[in-house]
């Protein structure tokens, strides 16, 4: 069997886990267990069915490199040594709707200032996505609040694209905001065209006007989806 090293990389790469701990919790297991296999330079056996059942990855593939990396078909597993009557292609498991990818969720309660650094936001838990929902800078929200109200209900998932910082008015971003952390907020260019207006989709709220500095030291990202009950 090829070194742990190598096969870790993959388990890595198939589930977008950039720590031992986040791939503990990925395993559902003690990151002193990675530490362990690592230290033995052999993966547990039992990894490679968890990440099949969790995720229908191809423990040759894990091993090896070689086949697909996913096995999983609608009626489940189907041995490669199948009567070819019986075998199904699990092909369509590897297009970007059907792969998916372990993120963080992101808490949007936080101590913001204006005058200090941007704070961490704490972690609110996992998803998997797909990855056609994945993106270079992506930021993965639990909304908090009511005054996106109807657009973004509370609890939604956000995509927030951090990359995309040109504003666009009308669109939806995420912005910190002192005492409060990171908010939603349609962004506007006022009437001078000298500065921007927040605005709620929810009348509740009123709306607020930015500098262009201010906005650019609080401005976070675009929201580029949103998942959520309806």
């Known amino acids: 069997m090829p070194a742990f090293a190598e096969i870790y990389e993959r388990i890595k790469l198939a589930t977008n886990s950039r720590t031992q701990v986040e791939l503990a919790e990925v395993l559902d297991i003690r990151q002193s267990s990675i530490s362990d296999a690592k230290r033995r ?5 039992d990894w490679f069915m968890k990440l099949f059942e969790k995720f229908g990855l191809n423990p040759d593939w894990l091993k090896q490199g070689i086949g697909p990396m996913y096995l999983r078909t609608e009626q489940g597993y ?4 199948a009567p070819a009557s019986l075998a199904e292609s699990a092909a ?5 709707l ?7 969720i992101y808490q949007m309660r936080s101590d913001y200032s204006d005058d ?3 704070p961490s936001l704490d972690i609110a838990g996992k998803i998997s996505l797909p990855h056609s929902f994945t993106r270079d800078g992506l930021c993965v929200l639990r909304m908090r609040g009511t005054n996106m109200i109807p657009t973004v209900m509370s609890d939604a998932l956000l995509g927030v694209d951090t990359l995309e910082k040109d504003v666009i008015s009308g669109r ?9 952390g ?5 962004v506007f260019l006022n009437g001078s065209q000298d500065g921007y207006i927040l605005r709620s989709d929810s009348s509740d709220f009123p709306e607020t ?3 262009p500095d201010l906005l650019a030291k609080r401005l976070l990202g675009r929201v580029v989806w949103i998942f959520q009950e309806l």
């Not at 059907?98 to 963080?104: D, F, K, M």
């Open 41 to 45: 330079n052999s993966v547990p056996g």
């Open 78 to 81: 189907m041995p490669q040594d």
């Open 92 to 96: 369509h498991y590897g297009d970007t």
């Open 98 to 104: 059907a792969r998916g990818i372990v993120v963080s």
């Open 116 to 118: 200090q650094p941007r």
């Open 172 to 180: 939806i971003y995420a912005l910190f905001a002192p005492n409060e």
């Open 182 to 186: 990171v908010i939603l907020r349609r």
């Open 209 to 211: 006007a930015l500098t």
